[in-house]
């Protein structure tokens, strides 16, 4: 089973980093899909995103979690019938899954340097600030407000005039 990492962040919230290193059929068992999601999975054109869609339902058997016990509001927000809040991301070869009974939020991204050339679109008074801004910060900037948006939800909110993240002092 490829988690590489399987971290307890506090008593309610769990955090799973999967690398996707499995063929779509190792990732695709038996009882793994509910019909819903089945249909969800053969909407997917490309090979990788039909992967990362089983990694994060392999994520969520491994959490004990029955696939059709996932549900999404009417903003496209998923959670979990119990009542658990629940935040999916996965980029390239990895996905990632935390829960919790409070909201949460996750984002994952491989390292590119086309994150510095769509800046402007997530950036605001951040622009200002660190002036050596990279890619690599860059991207920092980008998942904190987009972990911050899958925990609020999409209720209206503008991801970049209403989600600031204060200056970091990202050389420590």
Excluded: C
Aim: aromatic residues 6%; negative net charge; charged residues 30%.
């Amino acid at each position: 089973m490829p988690i590489i990492e399987d971290l307890t962040i506090s008593k309610d919230i769990r955090l799973i980093v999967w690398e996707i290193s499995e063929t779509i059929n190792d990732l695709k068992t038996e009882d793994l899909l509910s019909k819903d999601s089945l249909k969800l999975l053969n909407q997917r054109k490309s090979e990788i995103h039909k992967k990362q869609f089983l990694a994060i339902r392999n994520i969520l058997k491994e959490l004990s979690i029955d696939d059709q016990d996932l549900v999404y509001d009417e903003s496209g927000k998923p959670f979990i019938r119990n009542g658990q809040n629940i935040s999916f991301s996965h980029s390239d070869m990895y996905a990632a899954v935390i829960i919790g009974k409070q909201m949460v939020g996750i984002d994952i991204e491989i390292r590119r340097d086309r994150i510095l050339k769509i800046k402007e679109k997530f950036l605001g008074i951040e622009l200002n600030y660190p002036g050596d801004l990279n890619s690599d910060k860059a991207l920092i900037y980008w998942n904190i407000k987009e972990s911050i948006f899958k925990t609020v939800g999409n209720s209206g909110i503008d991801f970049k005039k209403n989600i600031l993240v204060l200056p970091l002092d990202l050389n420590n």
